[in-house]
């Protein structure tokens, strides 16, 4: 049938433990269906993302997962190659490409909710450079606060990478983080051992 059973999948980086999970999981679901997954790291670099999908396409894989290192929603270049492709964490657009997108503002709103019932009062809210996403993620945030009766807590924005995330939290607690009080009369409790 010309089908070479395997599928690329093009990640912006790889070393980010989001992206590796994903791509553990594709490889995963493909596996058990007979497939192979070729992954490629982009370093957020649209140039090299390029090039690895014209390689992939080149080889002929049956499918390519696309999560893109722009934010820019035309996939329109996408159209010009042969294979089947499904972009995920993009608006559709007007090409004709598949594209699955996380609700953003749904997990920022459940996540805040989640920390608020152990007792955590003072949330502070980290986004990324992808204005979109942010803004979702912040209106979900917002959104838990408010019904909570709870102040908007401190933002940051800073590249979705370990060291942005690491300055965001040098940021928001200092060099040495505090916690609250539920966290305080966790840490401070003696186990008994009978």
């Given at each position: ?33 007979g ?48 294979i ?23 997990g ?87």
């Amino acid at each position: 049938m010309g089908r070479t059973k395997t599928l690329g999948l093009v990640l912006p980086d790889a070393s980010n433990p989001f992206f590796a999970e994903l791509a553990r999981a594709v490889e995963n679901a493909a596996f058990v269906r007979g497939y192979a997954v070729m992954v490629c790291s982009s370093a957020d670099d649209a140039t090299r993302e390029h090039t690895y999908i014209q390689s992939l396409a080149d080889r002929r894989v049956d499918g390519l997962i696309l999560i893109s290192a722009s934010s820019s929603q035309d996939l329109s270049d996408l159209t010009g190659i042969s294979i089947p492709v499904v972009a995920l964490d993009r608006t559709p657009d007007e090409s004709p490409i598949s594209t699955i997108r996380s609700n953003n503002e749904d997990g920022a709103y459940l996540g805040t909710s989640h920390l608020i019932p152990h007792g955590h009062r003072r949330i502070a809210f980290v986004g990324g450079p992808d204005a979109g996403v942010t803004d979702a993620r912040r209106q979900g945030w917002r959104k838990a606060l408010a019904l909570a009766g709870l102040p908007s807590g401190p933002e940051q924005a800073v590249p979705f990478t370990y060291q942005g995330g690491n300055a965001a939290a040098l940021s928001i607690f200092g060099a040495r983080p505090r916690r609250t009080r539920a966290q305080q009369l966790r840490w401070c409790r003696p186990t008994s051992r009978h």
